[in-house]
């Protein structure tokens, strides 16, 4: 599937009436699209989630990373769609040996997650947390280069150009270059879809930064910190539930605020030079 007939799956046109000081009018819109993909496990569906169309494998890998379904490439036998690449169904099966292990993890009950957020409960959280370990930390950033990391956000977001309505994300490596980039109606599943493009394609070890189109919650947080994300960058602040996860892990956490930024944890990454 091209980039064109890509869009094209992700946005609907509407003719919406534009009001104005001096009267009213049509106008032609496209609103991202939001569609529900099962991702089921060994025959069972584990989880639902409303996102937009576009790179289910990828998403699929991601999700169950961050789960701790998998941990990697090698602990999965097989995603499938189930109706080709327009499928809402991503089947995945694993190997024996690593169903065996996560059975537990599998026989949690399905929940379906929302655009706007993906978990929630106490429990749900302190799950979670079990699956986490503290971030590596082999590199340092500037000033100058976080700021420029975040600029490139704006180079990847088409959908964001045409609807308006989308998030970002880009992962970088440690020469802060982009090695994987998505978009989607729910920040959660953009992350996803980054992550697990890196994941399938076994380049996951590269991934030392997360620039984001919007706030770092406590989900984003834990999905970057599975993948070893050192330094996560976003448009917003964070919540303080994400920023107490990040001083746990040793992550740094930044935003973006107008010329500058907002360093909250894991300062000792951040050079001094401007």
């Known amino acids: 599937m091209d980039k064109k007939d890509a869009l094209h799956r992700m946005l609907t046109p509407i003719v919406a009436r534009y009001y104005l000081p001096g009267g009213i009018k049509p106008i032609d819109l496209e609103l991202i699209q939001e569609e529900p993909l099962a991702i089921n496990i060994q025959g ?27 941990d990697h490439p090698g602990d999965i036998r097989d995603i499938a769609l189930c109706d080709g690449e327009n499928s809402n169904v991503a089947a995945i099966m694993l190997t024996q040996a690593r169903y065996e292990q996560v059975n537990a993890i599998l026989g949690n009950k399905s929940r379906v997650s929302q655009t706007s957020c993906g978990i929630c ?12 370990t503290p971030v590596p930390s082999t590199m340092k950033i500037s000033f100058a280069e976080a700021m420029a990391a975040a600029s490139q956000l704006k180079t990847i977001q088409q959908l964001r150009r045409r609807c308006f309505s989308s998030h ?10 982009q090695i994987a980039t998505a978009e989607d109606a729910g920040r959660h599943n953009a992350l996803d879809k980054a992550i697990g493009k890196l994941f399938l ?3 996951l070890s590269e991934a030392r930064v997360a620039v984001l189109s919007s706030r770092s ?7 970057s910190a599975r993948a070893g994300i050192e330094i996560v960058i976003s448009m917003s602040r964070p919540t303080a539930l994400a920023l107490d996860l990040a001083n746990q892990l040793g992550m740094t956490l930044a935003s973006v605020r107008d010329e500058g930024l907002y360093v909250y944890s894991g300062q000792h990454r951040m050079g001094t030079e401007q």
Not at 121 to 132: A, F, Q, T, W
Request: proline residues 2%.
């Open 44 to 70: 069972k569906t584990y989880a639902t989630v409303m996102r937009t169309p576009g790179d289910e494998r990828a998403h699929a890998a991601g999700f169950c990373l961050a789960e701790g379904i998998v």
């Open 217 to 223: 919650s406590y989900e984003m947080i834990q999905k």
């Open 168 to 177: 970002g994300v880009a992962v970088l490596n440690n020469r802060l270059e």
């Open 201 to 203: 394609e076994q380049r």
């Open 121 to 132: 409960g106490r429990e749900i959280i302190d799950d979670l947390g079990k699956l986490l």
